[in-house]
């Protein structure tokens, strides 16, 4: 299947600094990526879907300018937590989809720790 | 809104079969899929079921889909303890174009 790799696996910050992850499609082109957070022992939840060249798009209650999304290319799309705070430590997922109508294909996750 | 529900915690014997079900809500749902998280890991894509399909078989899975009743299931035959993990069950909205996620079942398997 397609691979997504998603950069750094874990990352501790102290409270106020920022994070940026990087979620890549290695094989494939993807329009569209996916954000997901996933509290402990919860399920994934949607955070944004970023879309190649344009704005992301942000699901109620995710504040944009906390969480910024930047698609630059086709293959490689990063998430910036800004101003991060213990509340945000959490396991951020991508995903990516190499078309309409695809399976999606994960990455393996990054662990964020504040501090 | 859309919604996928599935029960939180099965338990099998090694050898025996599961079977984790999941319902969901929209009816436009094009894809649906199964994945499996281990502690700590990312997500696995397991399998997945297009909308037109019934039933989908890959080996020791075994896919299950009523769109009708909008229920869909996954069969694991001679469940093995490396298959304890959690199973996300998650629907492409295609009306909200975007991936959802149920709750996760979490499968134990125990000798």
């Known amino acids: 299947g397609a691979v997504v790799s998603q950069h750094p696996s874990r990352v501790i910050c102290k409270s106020g600094t920022s994070v940026k992850i990087e979620c890549r499609s290695l094989?494939?082109?993807?329009?569209?990526m996916f954000w997901y957070r996933q509290f402990p022992k919860q399920s994934l939840m949607l955070m944004a879907t970023s879309n190649e060249g344009s704005k992301a798009t942000y699901e109620q209650g995710v504040e944009k300018d906390k969480f910024l999304i930047n698609h630059a290319s086709l293959t490689l799309s990063t998430l910036t937590v800004t101003s991060a705070h213990p509340e945000d430590s959490s396991f951020y997922i991508c995903?990516?989809?190499?078309?309409?109508?695809?399976?999606?294909?994960f990455g393996q996750g990054t662990r964020l720790t504040v501090v | 809104g859309e919604d996928v529900e599935q029960s939180l915690f099965l338990s099998v014997r090694e050898g025996d079969s599961s079977v984790i079900n999941c319902t969901y809500t929209?009816?436009?749902?094009?894809?649906l899929y199964w994945y499996k998280q281990e502690p700590g890991a990312g997500l696995q894509l397991l399998t997945y079921?297009?909308?037109?399909?019934d039933m989908k078989q890959d080996q020791r899975l075994t896919v299950l889909l009523n769109k009708k009743d909008k229920h869909l299931s996954l069969r694991i035959a001679d469940t093995q303890t490396g298959d304890s993990a959690i199973y996300f069950c998650a629907v492409f909205s295609g009306g909200y174009n975007k991936l959802i996620f149920g709750a996760g079942t979490r499968l134990a398997v125990h000798p």
């Open positions: 929209d009816s436009s749902s094009t894809y």
């Open positions: 995903s990516a989809r190499p078309g309409m109508n695809t399976e999606a294909f």
């Open positions: 079921i297009f909308s037109n399909m």
């Open positions: 094989d494939f082109q993807a329009t569209t």
